[in-house]
């Protein structure tokens, strides 16, 4: 079904699924400070298991057209411009100057990661 499209495509795109489901379930239960711990972790397992649904497949359609760091460096600036997001709209927290400026310094590092030297 993804066949056609570019392998970066579907990479990128199945990582920000991942990462979508990834981030509900290791933060999403701060919002429900009064629910049980064990009914969290279970809950947070449940929607893990749609986070590896999309993250195993990313990886294995992504490696070999990029590296094992290059998949890694792709996952975690999703990861942090989702959780940016995530941490404003939904958990209702203000983004911060130096959390900006630390992202920035991710993508910095990326930078380095992804150019031929």
Same mark, same amino acid.
């Given at each position: ?26 933060? @999403?239960?701060?919002? %429900?400070?009064?629910?049980? !711990?064990?009914? &969290?972790?279970? +809950?947070?397992? $449940?929607?893990? /298991? ?11 359609? @992504?490696?070999?057209? %990029?590296?094992?760091?290059? !998949?890694?460096? &792709?996952?975690? +600036?999703?990861? $942090?411009?989702? /959780? ?20 920035? !310094? ?12």
């Amino acid at each position: 079904m993804l066949s056609h499209l570019p392998v970066p495509v579907v990479t990128i795109g199945l990582l920000l699924c991942s990462n979508l489901f990834m981030t509900f379930a290791w933060y @999403g239960h701060l919002r %429900f400070p009064k629910v049980t !711990l064990w009914h &969290i972790v279970i +809950i947070s397992w $449940l929607i893990a /298991f749609f986070e590896y649904c999309f993250q195993v497949p990313a990886n294995r359609i @992504g490696y070999g057209y %990029f590296s094992a760091a290059e !998949l890694k460096t &792709i996952q975690e +600036i999703i990861s $942090l411009t989702i /959780f940016m997001g995530f941490s404003v709209l939904y958990l209702g927290e203000p983004l911060k100057w130096n959390y900006i400026l630390g992202f920035a !310094l991710i993508v910095a590092a990326a930078f380095i990661i992804f150019h031929e030297w």
